[in-house]
Structure formats: structure tokens, C-alpha cells
């Protein structure tokens, strides 16, 4: 597989991740689908694990979404700028602290901007958990498997 097909893969995975963050896109299967374009191409056998690897953990990542409260965006609040720092916060968690860093970073985010939206600590919890209730658990679920799969995606390309 060429360079700007590798190019072209990263940047359907990071077009899902940012797509899991909006609700109505389908960003954790656009994820699904770089992998499986570039499983498909590539043929070797850890290609072929990490497609498996990546449908199992998308098949349980749906089932745990679906049996958690719907999403009310209504009345609680979000908006994109907050969105955005919790996507964000999420990614530099990852980065810095392998795969669980991802958790903190992306509450963090929500918080940090909550806190400079309210300016003060107990409003920005008291908004920080409303927000986790209404939306962030089932985006969290979504987001933290999609960036499971790009961090192994990512781990195969620098091995293969």
C-alpha cells in the first residue's frame, strides 16, 4: 500500500473520530470502513486480525451505546466550542497517556470549558456532570473505541 493510500486511510479514521463527536455521523463506522479498505488492501495476516479485531470491538461498542440512556442535547447546554474541547481533550489524553488517557482528557475538556464559560469550580462540576449524563457517556463509549482502533491501526502500519 502506498504512502497517499496510508494518507488517505488516516484521514477517513480521523474524519470518524471527529464525526463521533457530531451527533447524526456515522463516525465510528467510517472508522470501521478505513480499516476494512485498508485490511483489504494490505492482505497480511495482522491486517486481516485487525479487522476482526476492529468488528468485534464496533459490534460491542454498539450494543453497550444502545443500552445506555439516549442522548438528550435539549436544555443541557452543549455546544460545539464545548464539543470541541472535549474532542480535543480526549486526543491529547490519549496521546500523552496511552489509550486510558483518552477518559480524563475528554471529561477535562468538557470541564475546562465549562469552567472558563461559568468561571467558577462548582458550577463547571455541576454543568460537567449534567453534560456526562445527558450525552458524554455514550460519546465517550463510541470515542474511546474509535481511538482503540486507530491506535492499533496506527501500531500495524509502524509494524508492517
Known amino acids: 500500500m502506498g504512502a497517499w493510500q496510508l494518507l488517505l486511510a488516516g484521514l477517513v479514521m480521523l474524519l470518524g473520530l471527529f464525526g463521533v463527536l457530531v451527533p447524526g455521523v456515522p463516525g465510528a463506522w467510517l472508522v470501521w470502513a478505513a480499516v476494512m479498505w485498508w485490511s483489504l488492501h494490505v ?4 491486517a486481516w486480525w485487525l479487522l476482526v479485531g476492529s468488528t468485534a470491538l464496533m459490534l460491542v461498542t454498539q450494543v453497550v ?4 440512556p439516549p442522548r438528550r442535547l435539549r436544555g ?7 464539543v470541541a474541547y472535549a474532542g480535543v481533550g480526549a486526543l491529547l489524553g490519549f496521546v500523552l497517556v496511552p489509550v486510558v488517557g483518552a477518559v480524563p482528557g475528554y471529561v477535562g475538556g468538557i470541564y475546562l470549558c465549562e469552567r472558563l464559560r461559568l468561571g467558577g469550580h462548582r458550577s463547571a462540576m455541576t454543568s460537567t456532570r449534567t453534560v456526562m449524563r ?10 474511546f473505541a474509535c481511538l482503540m482502533i486507530v491506535g492499533a491501526w496506527t501500531g500495524a502500519v509502524f509494524a508492517g
Open 43 to 46: 492482505q497480511s495476516g495482522l
Open 65 to 68: 451505546v444502545w443500552h445506555l
Open 76 to 82: 443541557v447546554g452543549v455546544t460545539r466550542r464545548m
Open 134 to 143: 445527558a450525552i458524554g457517556t455514550s460519546v465517550l463509549v463510541e470515542l
